[in-house]
Structure formats: structure tokens, C-alpha cells
């Protein structure tokens, strides 16, 4: 019932607006501030995976294995990606363009932060999102996907993704 509400209701597509412009403020400003102001990450991994080891290690040990091996010596790329990354979600999000694909990414990211052991604002961004993606399409009906999802359903693109079962 609510999450079929979320997915067709008009007024909640409305109030899922505010919290997907929220989201992609978020976002946007945290991205645009790494891209402007030069971001390495090397240091905050590197605390990271401080934190994986020891008596009371506040990471999980596989997550400081992933960073120490696969992050750290790719810091130039993630510097990257968490740079731009962040700033196309937050675009994503605000426009109502691509919306689940940019609520997705922007979790992933929220849970990498977290697993991190940085609790921050992406708990409650986390949150947010779930709202967005249960939502689907109705989450970015006020915005770019309003008129991209109707275009590609037409085309045989995008299938419904609020299709209610038939009856057995």
C-alpha cells in the first residue's frame, strides 16, 4: 500500500520532489567543492584503514583489505570518481534526470562513506534515498524524467516499473 502510494500518488511525487532536490544539493555541493578545491582521498583512506586494524578496529578488516589494495593504489582514479561521481548525482538528482540511476550510485557512495566510518550526513541521505528508489519513476516525474521515461516507454525502452500482478 505505501510503497504503491509512493510509486503513483501525485502529492507524494511532489514531496518526493523536495527530498530528491534535497538529496541532490547535497550532493552537488560536496562534489563541486572536490572538483573546484583539488580532492585527494589518500589521506582519508589511509585513516581508513588505520581503523581496520588494532584491538577495536571500527572498520571491518574487508573493507580495510579493499582500500589498502585497491583504493590506495588507485587513489588518482578515485580522486576521480568520488570528485565527479558526487557532482553527477547531485546533477542527477535535482534535474529528476536518470533518478533511480542516481539515487543507486549516490548509495553506493553513501555506504562506502559509512563503511568507512564516516557517519556524516549519508545515514540520513541514505534514508532519503530509500524513498527515491522504492519510488521509481514517480521520484523524478517533476523533473527531466517526467518526459524522458513517457518518450522511452513509447519506444519500448523502459518498461513500467509500478505494473500491478495479475489476478491467478
Known amino acids: 500500500m505505501v510503497i504503491n502510494f509512493l510509486r503513483t500518488n501525485k502529492m507524494a511525487a511532489v514531496a518526493l520532489t523536495a527530498i530528491r532536490v534535497y538529496v541532490g544539493y547535497l550532493w552537488l555541493t560536496a562534489g563541486w567543492k572536490k572538483v573546484t578545491g583539488g580532492f585527494d ?3 582519508f583512506i ?5 581503523k581496520s586494524t588494532g584491538e577495536n578496529p571500527s572498520v571491518a578488516g574487508w573493507w580495510g583489505s579493499f582500500l589498502e589494495n585497491v ?5 588518482d582514479v578515485f580522486n576521480i570518481l568520488v570528485a565527479y561521481g558526487e557532482l553527477f548525482v547531485g546533477l542527477g538528482l535535482i534535474l529528476g534526470c536518470l533518478t533511480k540511476t542516481a539515487v543507486f550510485f549516490g548509495m553506493v557512495m553513501n555506504f562506502s562513506f559509512l563503511f568507512s566510518g564516516t557517519v556524516s550526513s549519508n545515514a540520513l541521505m541514505v534514508l532519503l534515498s530509500i524513498f527515491i528508489i522504492v519510488a521509481g519513476t514517480n521520484a523524478g516525474k517533476f523533473g527531466v524524467d517526467g518526459f524522458l521515461t513517457p518518450f522511452l516507454r513509447k519506444k519500448g525502452i523502459v518498461k513500467s516499473d509500478h ?5 491467478a
Open 41 to 43: 582521498a589518500s589521506g
Open 46 to 50: 589511509k585513516g581508513t584503514i588505520a
Open 71 to 75: 583504493a590506495l593504489p588507485g587513489a
Open 163 to 167: 505494473s500491478t500482478p495479475k489476478a
